[in-house]
């Protein structure tokens, strides 16, 4: 994963005015969960753009500013359940990682409800949809990141 | 190591002001390994200050370069025109960065990012300790390797005060009194003879009390052109 993918993901789609959150997701839980979702038609909010990671151990504080920076309205991490990670500890570690990035939103006036950690694994197809249906939810409820401009309203596009 | 810690946002966007355009420049060695001045910290540092700009409404041109040390002039030349493109550069390098920088280059403006603050090591990932206070004059050869000039709180060169408390210092309920484990490594090896020897007061001119401290080394020096 780079930056370029990052930005890519977290960049507006459309005309711009629809919510947008980038889940960063660890290729042996979220990501399966998320796929499973797909393969059940469990039905979840559009706003969401996966980036895989090989576990959620791989997080980097720049990738998820550089998502804020570039158009996203919201960031969510999911990582394996607490203890089941396949690196040990990568969740352990990024939820560390996570507190940290919110404390420096916050400082950088963003509201740090819009960093979100879950954790699933990879059967919790509804688990994964409810996560993002939370992360959704809170979002629209936030409003767009004033990091980009819109031309709608603060509810942005109805998924 | 030199280590040192991130000062807070605020107050760095405070002193870089509403200017254009900003350059962060970090250094690739002691505080890139103690996180707190490396290219990771940079960028970071470069988008926080950029999307800061933009939640107030405006907007500030923020870029970061990392050199390999910001304490060598060789380094810094490689940046001259990062730098000259900034209005005001913000250096994460210890404190010798920062200086260097504004040395090196009379016309910036460079303020600090960072918190120069101690000379020590990581005991364990994400804690580092201080472990030397560069006096000028080492004693750690009589006592067992351990400092009492940067680990006992009042600097004492013949053993305890009376607030060392179960191997804990008074000043710092958290510290180890440095004349505890003074006392327990020269004891397990067998060398507590050493402590009999009295310590005469320490000469603090080879350190900050002395003022500025400089060497020179003749044999190291180039272009001796005035020598006969």
Redesign the interface.
Known sequence: MTSAEVRAAAAPVGDGDAINIVAFCCHYCAYAAADLAGSLRIQYPPSVKVIKLPCTGKL???HV??A??HGADGVMVAGCMEGDCHFQQGNINAKRRVAYTGN?LR????EPERLKMFNMSSAMARRWADAVTEMDTTVRRLGPS??RPRSAGPEGRTP | MIVAEQK???EIRASVGEVGRVLVVGCGTCVTVCFAGGA?EA??LA??L???A???GGSQDVGDVTVQRQCEWEFLDAIAADVAAADVVVSIGCGIGVQALAERYPDAVVVPGLNTTFLGLPVEQGVWEERCAACGSCVLGSTGGICPIARCSKQLLNGPCGGSSHGKCEVNAEAPCAWQLIYDKLKAQNRLDRLMEIAPPKDWRAARDGGPRKIVREDLRLNKTDEK
Do not use: T
């Open positions: 980097d504080v720049q500013l550089d804020f920076e420096l400082r950088i006036g963003i004033r990091l | 807070d946002l605020e990771k960028g970071i988008s926080s950029r999307m800061a933009r939640v107030e």
